[in-house]
């Protein structure tokens, strides 16, 4: 009798879903809030293009707040890790690292994406942005909502929420509190700021009515 299990028998295929194969799988449609990131046909999903590169880094272009960015990164880092390590923009935060919290949240080609949840080499082409990008000159209006409504304690969980909250806002221009609530709910809050992320959220739609915000 064997005391290998099956992952360490040589030749023998893992058990379960590796994170890099999650990742994969899931793709950035996989990481778009609330798009059911845990569907078994997201985690079978093909490798984007067929085309195998790395394992060692390998030069990427990223779109980032508008600005293209040329970095050497090995094809299995995360966005989430991409930005914070290689870029220095920290806004976006690590928590779970695997799709539960949303504190990486960024927005991608207009919709909130976990960015632990993307490769940078597979967010390539797209329109990135962060929290860092959508203060031009003064804080955009969630944010300042956020602080005008109390949004936030030790502010782990804030930029993701700023950016999802954008990024809902942006096509639900006029929410009613049950819809800010659903809206928001790919994003956890450990200090339990809820009531006043939710009240801010609405201060902010009445705020950019008609206003032209990045
Ligand atoms: S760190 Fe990405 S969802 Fe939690
Ligand atoms: S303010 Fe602390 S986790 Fe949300």
Redesign the pocket.
Known sequence: MSSKNDSEVPGKPKRGVSRRGFIRGAGIGGGVLGAGILDKKALAAPAAEGRFVGPGAVPITLKINGKPQTLNLEPRVTLLDALRNQLELTGAKRVCDRATCGACTVIINGKSVYSCTVLAIDAQGKDIQTIEGISSGKPHPVSEAFVDKDG???????PG?VMAAKAFLDHNPNPTYEEVKEGLCGN??????YVGVRQAVLEAAKEMKGGNHA
């Open positions: 936030q304690q030790c502010g782990y969980c804030t929420f956890l809050c450990r200090c339990g700021t």
